[in-house]
Structures are given as structure tokens and as C-alpha cells.
């Protein structure tokens, strides 16, 4: 074994945790499988969570986060102690997030960039930072300010990255009392790595980008004593456990995990200007999806929590059921959704989807496999507490598509996205049997047009099938507001 080879793993923990390197592990390793990259599927966030905790403690050099939403949770304010520790320890952490959920933060942000080893710009500002200002500014610039970074990536020591759908916040890792959201990334290490590097940098440097203080003025920093201590205890309390091999656990569990297949990243740059003023064209993640679609002979399994489909998606979907390829796609239920208005496009064209040869599948917010899935936090046991936030894609059961794209219009035309489009028989089933748990009937909604028109919603109760004739789990109001948005063409950007 490589790892043994290098010597990492003839020594005791202390010392493992000094001779250990990301960057030489992942290189020997990568020599043995030339051309391929190794994945590692995170399919909950327990062990995203995890996983990122090992990152942080196997880091020597540099950190680097991309997110469009970073919570002021547990979980937030945990990763970004850790984050503060590792730069303690003189790695040098850079941190870039969208600028749509970041108001009222700036000095927080100006707090934790008086460290010296860390970065933290914003994609996109706001002139406005907060309260109704905020919200005029987004009114008059709307062109602008519509175009959001919505790609997700956690990097470390360019040598190994995470790439998905997930946001920071305790929803995204099993940590909310109330609801969680099922989700799936890929743990990333060879070539891949240098792709996902790119698209960073790429937002990093972007003219739409602003360094915090040019936001804020300067701040004292943050007192770290007693700073990890704290987080730490918070997540505790939510049930998390860091594990107590976290030193070794990179070197010992994650690489000797990975599963090595040809593997390659497409991102959407930064818009131009003159792409702000116009979104006419698909953006390059867009036009990968749509000609990896093309290509499939048998099946098409779909996992997004937004499903709105343009004409000609539904014009290649027909195509596609008219040659015989099955086309099977899981999104949220209008009870499991976490916006109306987004729902409300789905459910604008879910008719034209069935016409298509789609079999559509609502998630149940009380699916069964909610308990199987959300291994700490107990919400599940306590009420319907589950909603969709991944975005996946399996082709034939061979090549899968993991990343931050839902199968909607804003992330065709508007969002910047990234997906990692793996060629991999056994991480597509994998992928496949993930998605087939939640299409399972006690844990979703099949969508049938019913003989005498209309719509009904089939599903399993304690083994017994049960049919509705409206949308499932929700009352006459949520019911009538999705109707009223269905009124309007705001597909586009919903």
C-alpha cells in the first residue's frame, strides 16, 4: 500500500499527525491510477461533516472554502472555529462566499480577517449591506445582483477537495432539530483537484468580488481562547461527535477508501458584463448536462430539489422515452419544499413532464427513510422533519453527475454552478441505490395522471396504499399560494 510505503503508517498517532501530507499522499496515490481521480460518495451529512473535520486536521498549508450560504448556526460557527485554529497553526485560510446571505455580517467578517492568515472575500456585494436599503439596491440592480455563485467546494492543500450540493449550516449536516435536508457530495482527490482549484481562483479573482474591508472598515480580532472549546460543546449538544481519530483519519480511512474512475469538473465562470445584461444562453454546466443526457440507451435516474424543465429539455425527454430509455426523477413535494414559489414552477410544468415519459416522484417529508438517513439529529423521530436539497444524476447506471446544478432554469441561465460528472459503474450504483431508497413508496409520492383527468398522489402507509387527489400534507392555504405563482412565467428565476 502506498500510504505504507511512504511510511505514514508505521508510526504512532503524534507522530502521524506531523509526517502526514495531503499533497504527498494523494500524489503516490494518484501515480498508481494515472488519469483517474479518486471519489469518495458523502451521502449524509454526518459524514460530510466528518470528513471536513479530517481536512481541517490534515491540512498543512492552505484552506480554501467556496459556499453560497454559510450559516450563523452551530455548525457554521463550529467550521469557522476550526478554521480559525488550523490558521492559528499558520495555515492560510481563505474563505469565499455569495453575497446572499451575508448581511448584517460584515463585522463579524472584519473580526476574523484581522488574523493574518486569514481571507475572506464576497461575491457579488451588495452596495446596500443591510435592512431596506439592502433591498432597494437589489430592486435596482437586479440584472446584476440576480447572477449568484451558487458553487460549493471545501479544498485542502490543493490536494483534496469536496464538491456537492451542501451549504454550512446544521440542516445540511443532520444537525437542525427541526428539518434536514438530504443532500450528497464527492470527497475529490487527483487531477480533479487542480479543475476545482481553477474555478476558485477564477471567482477569487473576479472583478465581481470584493475583499471583506472594502466593505467594513478594520476590526480588533476575535479572541480565540475558549473560541473551539465553545463551538465544539454546540454542535456537541446537537448530537455531533468529532471523531477521536481525527489526526489519522484521512491517512487511515478516507484515501484508502476511494474508488480511482476518469472523472471531470465543468464550472460556470464568472459572468461577463456583458453576460449580466443578458441570460439568453445556457452556461457551460447547463450544456454538459444537456449533452451527457443525450447520450443515454437505457436510463435516467434524476435526484434534484428543484425540477423545472425547459421546452427543449422536455422536447429530449420525449425523445429519449420515445427510444425506450427510462426516465425516473425525485424532487420535493410541496410539503417537503422549502419555497412555494420554486415548487410552484415545478408544478407549472408537471403535467408536461408526465406527457414527456417522466415518472415524477414527490419526497415525502415524512419518509421512512428520513431515520435510516439522519443519524443525529432526532427530528425525524419526532415530526416530518426531511426536504430535498441534492442534485444528482445517474446515466445507465455508469456515469454519474454529483454538484451544485438543479435541474431548473435559474441554474441553466442565472447561478454559477459546478458539476462532477464521475465515469464510474460502481459509483453509479451506488449513486442509483441512494436515490431508489427515497423512490421507495413509503418514502415518496408517485405523481399519476388519474383516468378521468387530473392528478393523484399514490404512496405506502403501514404497508397499505394510499392515493390522493391533491398535493399531500398540506393545507388549503400553501395549496392556493402555489396556484396563485403557477399564474405567473417567474420560472426563470425561481
Known amino acids: ?24 499522499a494523494t500524489e503516490a496515490l494518484a501515480t498508481e491510477y494515472p488519469g483517474r481521480s479518486g471519489v469518495l460518495l458523502l451521502d449524509t451529512g454526518a459524514e460530510a461533516l466528518t470528513q471536513r473535520d479530517a481536512l481541517i486536521s490534515a491540512a498543512r498549508a492552505t484552506l480554501d472554502a467556496q459556499y453560497y450560504i454559510w450559516n450563523s448556526d452551530a455548525a457554521g460557527r463550529y467550521l469557522a472555529a476550526r478554521l480559525l485554529a488550523a490558521a492559528e497553526r ?4 481563505r474563505v469565499l462566499l455569495d453575497d446572499i446571505n451575508v448581511a448584517g455580517r460584515d463585522a463579524v467578517f472584519a473580526r476574523l480577517v484581522a488574523h493574518p492568515n486569514v481571507q475572506i472575500r464576497i461575491y457579488n456585494p451588495s452596495s446596500a449591506r443591510q435592512g431596506v436599503l439592502r433591498l432597494l439596491g437589489f430592486v435596482r440592480n437586479f440584472s446584476q445582483l440576480n447572477r449568484r455563485m451558487h458553487n460549493k467546494s471545501f479544498t485542502a492543500d490543493g490536494a483534496i477537495t469536496i464538491v456537492g450540493g451542501r451549504n454550512v449550516g446544521d440542516e445540511y449536516f443532520d444537525l437542525d432539530p427541526e428539518v434536514n435536508f438530504r443532500d450528497r457530495e464527492l470527497l475529490v482527490a487527483g487531477p480533479v483537484v487542480a479543475e476545482v482549484i481553477a474555478g476558485f481562483e477564477a471567482f477569487w479573482n473576479s472583478t465581481w468580488t470584493k475583499p471583506v474591508l472594502a466593505l467594513t472598515g478594520p476590526a480588533d480580532p476575535v479572541d480565540l481562547s475558549g473560541l473551539l472549546a465553545a463551538a465544539t460543546a454546540e ?4 448530537g455531533y461527535v468529532a471523531p477521536p481519530d481525527q489526526n489519522s483519519l484521512m491517512a487511515t480511512q478516507t484515501l484508502p477508501a476511494l474508488l480511482w ?14 453576460q449580466i445584461t443578458d441570460a439568453a444562453a445556457p452556461q457551460p454546466v447547463a450544456l454538459a448536462l444537456q449533452a451527457l443526457v443525450a447520450t443515454a440507451r437505457s436510463e435516467l435516474l434524476v435526484e434534484s430539489a428543484y425540477l423545472i424543465l425547459a421546452e427543449q429539455s422536455l422536447t429530449e425527454a420525449a425523445r429519449l422515452h420515445g427510444a425506450g430509455v427510462r426516465l425516473r426523477a425525485l424532487t420535493n413535494s410541496l410539503a417537503s419544499n422549502d419555497l412555494v414559489t420554486n415548487h410552484s414552477g415545478y408544478a407549472r410544468r408537471r403535467l408536461e413532464m408526465l406527457d414527456a415519459g417522466i415518472e415524477l416522484h414527490e419526497l415525502r417529508p415524512d419518509a421512512a427513510a428520513c431515520q435510516r438517513l439522519i443519524t443525529v439529529s432526532l427530528a425525524c423521530a419526532a415530526h416530518p422533519a426531511f426536504a430535498l436539497h441534492s442534485k444528482s444524476l445517474v446515466l445507465d447506471r455508469r456515469v454519474v453527475y454529483i454538484g451544485s446544478f438543479n435541474l ?7 447561478n454559477s454552478e459546478t ?4 465515469d464510474s459503474e460502481e459509483l ?4 442509483a441505490a441512494s436515490i431508489d431508497e427515497l423512490l421507495r413508496p413509503d418514502s415518496s409520492w408517485q405523481v399519476l395522471r388519474r383516468k378521468g383527468g387530473g392528478l393523484e398522489w ?9 392515493r390522493d387527489t391533491h398535493e399531500p400534507m398540506t393545507g388549503f392555504w400553501k395549496r392556493f399560494s402555489s396556484r396563485i405563482y403557477r399564474l405567473f412565467p417567474l420560472e426563470k428565476y425561481l
Open 261 to 274: 474512475a476518469p472523472a471531470r469538473l465543468v464550472f460556470d465562470p464568472p459572468p461577463t458584463a456583458e
Open 428 to 431: 453509479a450504483n451506488r449513486v
Open 458 to 466: 399514490v404512496t405506502e402507509i403501514d404497508g397499505q396504499e394510499v
Open 1 to 24: 500500500m502506498v500510504l505504507l510505503a511512504m511510511g505514514l503508517l508505521t508510526a504512532g498517532p503524534a507522530r502521524l499527525a506531523w509526517a502526514f501530507s495531503l499533497q504527498e
Open 235 to 238: 454542535v456537541g449538544k446537537l
Open 90 to 93: 499558520g495555515v492560510r485560510v
Open 408 to 414: 431548473n432554469l435559474r441554474s441553466t441561465y442565472l
Open 419 to 422: 458539476a462532477l460528472i464521475v
